[in-house]
């Protein structure tokens, strides 16, 4: 755990760290079902990958032996994951979309981080480098793919309607925001990187055949502080062990 980190810090960490969880935590429910082997032992090691970043994430903020009860006892209100994170997102249409989304946001977030005043953060965002490298070409691939059949290209714009109003909650400023700017733990505000982020994902578009959509990415963002529905019951699911004996030692 970083010593003393101040508001800003601990603002846009736990920001970031609640959505690797969540995201995390919703591609390992897929773990079992995805559509073929081969694709579901890729969204395994993706979802690995996200738990692994918000574990590392949360050790800047959260000393090491409390880290556990903080990512899965903590009340919902005390979240800060974004409402697309959190989503069931119980198709695999809806799940592969919200990966690509998803991933495409996570590029940017951690490229504002790499030179972030606060070393530790800035080490992690270049060390991760190498894993979302592999998540967004999994999401590319895998779209380029299916989006040159006609009906599986139907399936994707459907569920890009669907996720898109939700989709800018990425974007939902994390707490101190202005004061994180002007201490340099990040570079890039969040609208400045949702701006970026819609050139992207226009540009994919265009390339998946998926630009004739008519999807807007401009809702204002759902605060960080509101619960998506059948939030309540996925943190339970999530802390189903842990509470049988939080004293325990894993």
Wanted: charged letters at 25%; proline letters at 6%; aromatic letters at 8%.
């Amino acid at each position: 755990m970083i010593d003393n980190p101040t508001e800003a810090l601990r603002g846009v960490v736990l920001a970031f760290a609640d959505d690797e969880h969540m995201i995390g935590s919703r591609h390992a429910n897929w773990i079992g079902l995805g559509p073929f082997l081969e694709e579901d032992l890729a969204f395994c090691s993706i979802a690995q990958d996200e738990l692994g970043h918000a574990l590392a994430l949360y050790d800047l903020i959260v000393p090491s032996d409390q880290i556990d009860r903080f990512a899965l006892l903590r009340h919902p209100s005390a979240y800060r994951s974004c409402t697309l994170a959190e989503l069931e997102c119980a198709s695999w249409d809806l799940a592969l979309v919200r990966h690509w989304l998803y991933d495409r946001a996570e590029q940017l977030r951690w490229q504002a981080l790499r030179h972030s005043s606060v070393p530790e953060l800035a080490g992690l965002a270049r060390q991760v480098d190498r894993e979302e490298a592999f998540h967004r070409s999994h999401a590319r691939m895998y779209l380029e793919r299916i989006t040159a059949d006609p009906e599986a290209k139907e399936r994707v714009r459907r569920a890009l309607a669907l996720l898109a109003p939700d989709a800018t909650s990425l974007w939902a400023p994390p707490d101190y925001e202005p004061a994180a700017l002007a201490e340099g733990i990040t570079e890039t505000s969040s609208d400045e990187l949702a701006a970026a982020w819609r050139s992207l994902i226009e540009a994919d578009r265009v390339d998946f055949g998926l630009d004739d959509v008519g999807v807007e990415l401009t809702a204002p963002p759902t605060p960080r502080t509101a619960r998506s529905p059948g939030f309540d019951e996925f943190h339970a699911s999530l802390g189903e062990v842990i509470s049988l004996d939080p004293a325990a030692v894993w």
